[in-house]
C-alpha cells in the first residue's frame, strides 16, 4: 500500500486528503452511425503528498485544494474524446495527479460505474436510450509518482439465487445446533467481488482503451456461469464456501492477467415456512413456500491469489 509517513515529535503520522464521490456523466457521440455511448462514475480520490506544514504550522502552501481534485475530474472528462474504462480513466487520472504535482507521491482513485445499459426496443438496440442495470463496476488504481502501478476491479450487487442443487450436511453438531442437514434449499447471494490485476507499471496496462470493460464483463460472466452451471441441471453446490472457492478458482485459471481474488458471498436465508395452530399445521413446507430475510445472514469471504500475489 502506498504510504506517507512521517516522525512528529517522536509519533508517527500519516495523512491523505481528496475528494470523495466527485459524479460525472460523459457521452459519447457517433455522428456517422448516431449511436451516443455513455458512462455515469462516481469517483473518490485520495492524495498522497508531503503537505505536513498544513497540518502542523498552519501553512497550506504544498496544498492541492480539493476542489482543484474536483474539478480536474471534469476537465479530463473532457479531453477523453473516445469512450474508455473506468480503469482507464483512474489510471489517467492517478497519472496526472502525480505528474503535475511535484509534492504528491502517490494517488489513490476509486470509481464505482452505474450500471446504464442500452435499451431494447423489440430486440434492437436504441441509438441514445438507457435503462439502469443492477451490479455495479467498481475500481482501484494506486498510482506512484515512479510509474508503479497497483489495479484492482470488481463488481458489486451481483444478487443470484437458485432454488435447488444446493444443501449443506456435515457440519459440526453440539448442543447448540438447530439446523438440520440438508441437500435440498435455496441458494441466494449478493456477490462482492475485486480482482488484482497483475499489472504493475502504468505503461505496462493494455493499450485498447475498453480492455478492462471486456475484462469485467468476462470475469462477470465465469462468476455467474461457475455458480449456476449448464442451464439444465445446474451444479450442486456443497455449501456456500465450496461454490466461492470455484468461483474465484474459475476466475483465476481463465485469464492469466489477473493475480488474486477477494470474494464475499452472504449467505442469504431463505427460511422454510411451517405454520400450525395447537392442534393442527396451517402451512407445511414442502420445498415451496419461504421466508425471504435478509438478515441476519451468513458471512463468507476468501481470498484466491496466485503464489507471488497479495490482494
Ligand atoms: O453454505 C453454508 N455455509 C455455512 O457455513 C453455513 N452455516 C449455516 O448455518 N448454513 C450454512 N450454509
Not at 158 to 181: H, I, M
Amino acid at each position: 500500500m502506498a504510504r506517507e509517513e512521517h516522525q512528529l515529535e517522536g509519533l508517527n503520522f500519516e495523512q491523505r486528503h481528496g475528494k470523495a464521490r466527485v459524479r460525472v456523466a460523459r457521452v459519447w457521440r457517433d455522428t456517422k452511425s448516431g449511436n451516443h455511448y455513455m458512462v455515469e462514475w462516481n469517483v473518490s480520490i485520495s492524495l498522497l503528498s508531503d503537505c505536513l506544514n498544513a497540518y502542523v504550522r498552519d501553512d497550506n502552501s504544498d496544498i492541492v485544494a480539493t476542489d482543484t481534485i474536483k474539478n480536474t475530474v471534469y476537465v479530463k472528462a473532457k479531453e477523453c474524446t473516445e469512450q474508455l474504462s473506468a480503469e482507464k480513466f483512474a489510471v489517467l487520472l492517478g497519472t496526472h495527479f502525480t505528474s503535475f504535482y511535484k509534492q504528491v507521491t502517490a494517488a489513490i482513485v476509486n470509481i464505482v460505474e452505474k450500471p446504464w445499459e442500452r435499451v431494447l426496443i423489440d430486440g434492437q438496440q436504441h441509438q441514445h436510450g438507457f435503462q439502469l442495470g443492477s451490479e455495479r463496476h467498481t475500481t482501484e488504481a494506486i498510482v506512484k509518482k515512479s510509474g508503479g502501478l497497483q489495479l484492482t476491479s470488481g463488481v458489486e450487487a451481483l444478487s443470484v439465487l437458485k432454488t435447488t442443487q444446493s444443501g449443506f450436511e456435515g457440519f459440526v453438531r453440539d448442543k447448540y445446533t438447530a439446523l438440520p442437514e440438508t441437500r435440498e434449499r435455496m441458494l441466494a447471494t449478493e456477490v462482492t467481488a475485486s480482482w488484482k490485476y497483475s499489472y504493475e507499471y502504468v505503461s505496462s496496462i493494455p493499450q485498447n482503451p475498453l480492455y478492462f470493460t471486456q475484462r469485467y464483463l468476462d470475469v462477470k460472466k465465469v462468476l455467474v456461469n461457475t455458480f449456476f452451471g449448464p442451464p439444465k441441471g445446474g451444479v450442486y453446490s456443497a455449501s456456500v464456501q465450496s461454490t466461492l472457492f470455484q468461483m474465484a478458482k474459475a476466475v483465476i485459471n481463465s485469464f492469466p492477467d489477473i493475480s488474486a481474488i477477494r470474494l464475499k458471498m452472504p449467505n442469504i436465508h431463505f427460511l422454510p415456512v411451517n405454520i400450525s395452530s395447537k392442534d393442527n399445521s396451517i402451512v407445511k413446507f414442502n420445498d415451496d413456500v419461504y421466508l425471504p430475510t435478509d438478515e441476519p445472514h451468513g458471512s463468507i469471504e476468501a481470498t484466491l491469489s496466485r503464489f507471488w500475489s497479495k490482494m
